[in-house]
């Protein structure tokens, strides 16, 4: 089972998450064979981290809670929230298999948060600068709630445009870079 997990940062802890990078690293790499993305997300800009993404296939909704609450940022009080979502990967592949590679371009987290019926659900026809495409999903995984996907795109906007301009009751943009080491 896949799922979508963001910990956003609580104000004030940019401090705190810098001295728990190792410790954050060390136990994102325990999941390294089950992770299918994952990167910080960045205020305008890109100097000031907002929050943390990791996508993982993980074996059931207890193992990702699992995952999402014993992380040492959430358990030190970097965090302000957690979303925690079933996901479904249409591209089938992981954030290493993108072609435009780790470097280059503008990279955005968007998350589109449903309203009625479902949209979305097949990839857009121009999928070339996807990174991670897929909808989020209720926990049993059979009501759609949304839509996420990683993208590069030359500004904010031209990500939003992924997603049906009408169809989600929110949509967030994250300025998003590739996570992990080296």
Request: charged letters at 25%; a negative charge; aromatic letters at 10%.
């Amino acid at each position: 089972m896949e799922f979508l997990c963001y910990h956003r940062d609580r104000p004030g802890s940019v401090a705190l998450r810098h001295e728990l990078l190792e410790d954050h690293w060390a136990y994102m790499d325990r999941y390294e064979a089950e992770m299918i993305a994952r990167g910080p997300t960045f205020a305008a800009g890109g100097d000031t981290p907002t929050g943390s993404l990791h996508i993982v296939d993980l074996p059931d909704p207890a193992a990702a809670r699992a995952f999402a609450f014993d992380e040492p940022n959430y358990r030190a009080g970097v965090y302000r929230d957690v979303l925690l979502r079933r996901w479904r990967n249409l591209l089938g592949r992981t954030m290493w298999d993108f072609p435009g590679g780790r470097t280059g371009g503008n990279r955005y987290l968007v998350l589109g948060f449903g309203a009625g019926r479902a949209a979305d659900l097949a990839l857009p026809p121009d999928r070339d600068e996807l990174i991670a495409y897929g909808p989020l999903l209720s926990d049993d995984g059979a009501v759609w709630v949304g839509t996420a996907l990683l993208v590069r795109a030359p500004h904010p906007d031209k990500a939003r445009a992924v997603l049906a301009q009408d169809r989600y009751a929110d949509v967030e943009v994250h300025e998003w870079a590739f996570g992990g080491r080296g």
